[in-house]
């Protein structure tokens, strides 16, 4: 059975329980604490030397690690991928500026908020993240006003990448009501099938 | 023809010409100079909303952005990307921790000290790249202690990608002497056949 190693309120953890969930693959999850430095143990460095949450466990015991390389590694010949190269490209450019243009931002002020709860501590590294942070919303509602998903009119893991810390962005003190096209699209990933919340297992 | 908007000295767009060349497929250079705001005007954010280079313009008129997904477009079906989905999924692997974890505080250095040529004004921030950079170093050279190259013991897409920005790391002000495995991998890179150098077109 796939092991999947991860800290339950992290966004790129959520990721690769909402794809699991959605293809119906049964995994055995075990939880670190990054709080508690579990994630920098020699144990776990010798799964990720790069010391980060999620990786994921193959069933022959080989490990991959960043969240965005794990979904596609999942997906692959799946309907969540789409099999067209010029597709599947566009598909990784939009999780590459996932973790360029918009994790850096909207996921790092949500976790000193929301996570540790030291936003008074964060007041001015979390005001240098809120520029490039709407940049990254300015992007997606662009693309979003002209699209109902982010490549090939379907749903695929580039809407899982983003969805993941975009609909939670309020936790990280980023007003969403100014992107009507981003809630539309929130609600077009809610509402599909075997969808999971980030508070679920 | 292909066509890529490129800023020269950028090690992202290094990435691509270099691919390019040792695929041996021509492609037409349209330079853009992003000290001048020439990727944020209305035309060419209408080809990469997000404002950045590298772009690929492919020969049916259509764009993919973020250097490592056209990496990834460039090379699929060829030797510079493994066939096998695991072995392509780490090799996705390590593009991402490319952009999450190395270029933003390497390629962020190099830019501040040797092509804006503003060090003092940015002692501080660049004091703050210097561990986070170290750190991607350091992981590199714990894998690449045990290993030629960094998926599948072959040149990949991988080693393109990290090379970029990791063999002008001096230039963002990090020491590399103090990593014999990176230098012997560097090494191993520029023997590779068509190879150029980042000063090359």
């Known amino acids: 059975m796939l092991k999947l190693y991860q800290f339950f309120s992290s966004g790129n953890c959520y990721k690769i329980r909402l794809l699991l969930t959605q293809l119906e693959i049964p995994f055995e999850s ?5 709080l508690k430095g579990e994630t920098r143990t020699p144990e776990f460095l010798s799964k990720n030397p790069n010391g980060r949450i999620p990786v994921l466990e193959t069933q022959s015991g080989q490990f991959i690690a960043e969240s965005n390389a794990i979904l596609f590694y999942l997906s692959e010949g799946t ?16 999780l590459f500026f996932e973790q360029y243009s918009h994790e850096p931002f909207i996921a790092t002020s949500r976790f ?28 997606m ?39 009507p096209a981003i809630n539309g699209w929130i609600e077009r990933v809610k509402s599909q099938p075997r969808h999971i919340s980030i508070t679920q297992s």
């Open 79 to 94: 309907d969540f991928l789409p099999k067209d190269n010029f597709e599947k490209a566009k598909v990784l450019q939009w």
């Open 112 to 139: 000193w908020i929301s996570i540790l709860g030291k936003a008074e501590e964060y007041r001015d590294a979390l005001n240098q993240k809120r520029e490039p942070g709407y940049a990254a919303l300015d992007v």
């Open 141 to 179: 509602e662009k693309h979003l006003t002209n699209n109902d998903f982010f490549v090939g009119e379907r749903y695929t893991i580039a809407d899982i990448g983003l969805f993941a810390y975009t609909h939670v962005a309020d936790e990280g003190g980023f007003d969403l009501t100014k992107f």
């Open 30 to 34: 075990v939880e670190l604490n990054i």
